[in-house]
């Protein structure tokens, strides 16, 4: 009998301590969770390691004459490929997109076609390719019709460097957290959630900013920069 009651006592006080463990939690649980949202941000400037150099040359034709018109195309297509070889650039960073034609209206219908072409270059010579774009391939003008030009710029090692970024965008937020809880009794506690922003480059001392992110390639220094969406604990 004095075994059954002190086995009795034992249950009691074990469910007494459960309810009150039970009462703690629940009413921790039940208290506002205490959190700071930040935006860190990171930016810097870069050069460009590789270029595009594309150029679109043209030839017109009469309604009877698509054949000589190709071939005009072709006799252009090969000079400037010569052109280009003859200054530096080499034969495996030529490409060139097979023709397209366009039929040509008058007043009294189709008259005639267009025959347009593209080659580009693709390489890492940065300052040859300038030079020919700005100051050179204006001068062909009177023997291959150059119907446009275009030149991008681009960085190889982009996917580390946006590591990078989204690594110093997260330390500036965690930065930023504790910044604003200066000389306030709460101290930052762990990171809750990190959501990354999207990446914009754009040209050197830019504002432009879009909501899909932005790869402008029209400059050879670029400017790129990135947020981290941050919500850390507080106690």
């Known amino acids: 009998m004095k075994e059954y009651g002190k086995m009795a006592a034992i249950l009691g006080i074990s469910i007494i301590l459960a309810s009150l463990v039970f009462s703690v939690f629940f009413f921790e649980s039940r208290k506002p969770q205490q959190t700071i949202t930040v935006v860190g941000i990171a930016s810097k ?73 593209e080659i580009y270059v693709i390489t890492k010579d940065v300052d040859t390719i300038d030079d020919l774009a700005l100051n050179v391939i204006p001068m062909l003008d009177g023997n291959i019709n150059i119907y446009r030009t275009q030149l991008e710029y681009f960085y190889s090692n982009i996917d580390d460097l946006k590591k990078n970024m989204v690594a110093e965008a997260t330390q500036n937020a965690k930065e930023r957290a504790l910044e604003m809880l200066k000389g306030t009794d709460m101290q930052l506690g762990k990171l809750r959630t990190l959501r990354q922003g999207v990446f914009q ?35």
Do not use: C, W
């Open 45 to 117: 400037q870069y050069e460009s390691d590789t270029v595009k150099l594309s150029m679109t040359i043209t030839e017109l034709s009469d309604l009877g004459d698509l054949p000589g018109g190709r071939r005009r195309l072709y006799e252009s297509s090969q000079e400037l490929i010569a052109f280009l070889t003859e200054r530096g650039v080499k034969r495996d960073q030529i490409s060139i997109i097979p023709p397209n034609v366009y039929e040509r209206y008058g007043q009294s219908g189709v008259e005639g076609y267009r025959l347009e072409q």
């Open 201 to 235: 480059i754009t040209q050197p001392h830019s504002t432009e900013v879009s909501s899909g992110g932005i790869h402008d390639t029209s400059t050879k220094r670029k400017q790129i920069s990135v947020t981290a969406h941050a919500t850390f604990a507080t106690k």
